[in-house]
């Protein structure tokens, strides 16, 4: 069995960057009964650093929702906007006052905090570069064509709408509500990652689970062959799954793979 992890609110909890015991015993005691554990997140390879990587071993890494495949320390795929397209996004952005940070596989850009639109990405920026560091994110002009897809906020939905038309046929939106978008290539998710390494490794999808909590892992859930809900899902995550864990804090994961009968 493969089963794949989102990583916040269900590896970690909001507020930290660390797993519980119970979760990394949990994945330990999959692994050497013989399940395959592999991260599949919305966090581009930039931002699963060894903050996460060095608490538990994963098989592999699903990242940037879709955009990247690693397995076994070797990159299987990996798409990155090309120039062209790039530079037509973050001109859309500046046009439609669009704030974002563009994701990349070795570096985030976003603009200096003073000079975005609204006072609440720029409060969001200023929290992360505390946490981060104040180099953290590099120069929005330097971007083009290095970026996999972005996280973006706006204060009038009416904004969003004008740019998901206008980039409708080459990007997907997941509303990770309260303004907050995550922005994907067309065609790439968390889903479409699943099947991907699926079909490299030649295991059925019906030997395939997913455990997420929030919007963007919805896709995944789907398509998997069993899905589970964190207890602190969104209420679109915890009515589609096929069982529901506790809480990420309270031994989710545990109690989780536990339902499963891996352990």
């Not at 989102?6 to 930290?16: A, E, W």
């Not at 991260?39 to 581009?44: H, P, S, V, W, Y």
């Not at 062209?84 to 952005?93: A, F, H, W």
């Amino acid at each position: 069995m493969i089963i794949f992890f989102d990583i916040d609110g269900t590896l970690i909890s909001g507020g930290s960057q660390l797993m519980s015991e119970s979760t990394k015993a949990a994945i330990r005691k999959a692994r050497e009964n013989g399940h395959i554990c592999v991260i599949n997140t919305g966090r581009t390879k930039k931002i699963v650093g060894p903050e996460i990587t060095d608490q538990a071993e994963f098989d592999g890494y699903l990242l940037g929702c879709g955009t990247m495949a690693v397995y076994r320390g070797k990159v299987l795929m990996h798409y990155t906007f090309p120039m062209e397209l790039s530079l037509r996004i973050m001109e859309g952005l500046k046009r439609h006052g669009i704030d974002a940070i563009l994701e990349g596989c070795e570096d985030n850009f976003c603009e200096d905090p003073e000079n975005m639109f609204t006072e609440t990405f720029s409060r969001y920026i200023r929290h992360f570069e505390r946490t981060l560091g104040k180099n953290y994110y590099t120069k929005w002009e330097l971007a083009p064509g290095k970026f996999d897809k972005f996280f973006a906020y706006v204060d009038e939905k009416e904004r969003m709408d004008a740019f998901g038309a206008e980039f409708a046929q080459e990007l997907d939106f997941v509303d990770r509500e309260h303004g907050f978008y995550e922005i994907m290539p067309n065609g790439y998710s968390k889903a479409t990652a699943i099947r991907f390494l699926a079909d490299a490794l030649q295991i059925s999808m019906e030997d395939t689970v997913a455990i997420g909590d929030s919007n963007n892992d919805l896709p995944m859930l789907e398509c998997a062959g069993k899905s589970i809900a964190m207890g602190n899902s969104t209420q679109a995550v915890r009515g589609m799954a096929d069982y529901v864990t506790t809480d990420v804090d309270k031994d989710g994961i545990w109690n989780a793979l536990k339902w499963l009968e891996v352990l």
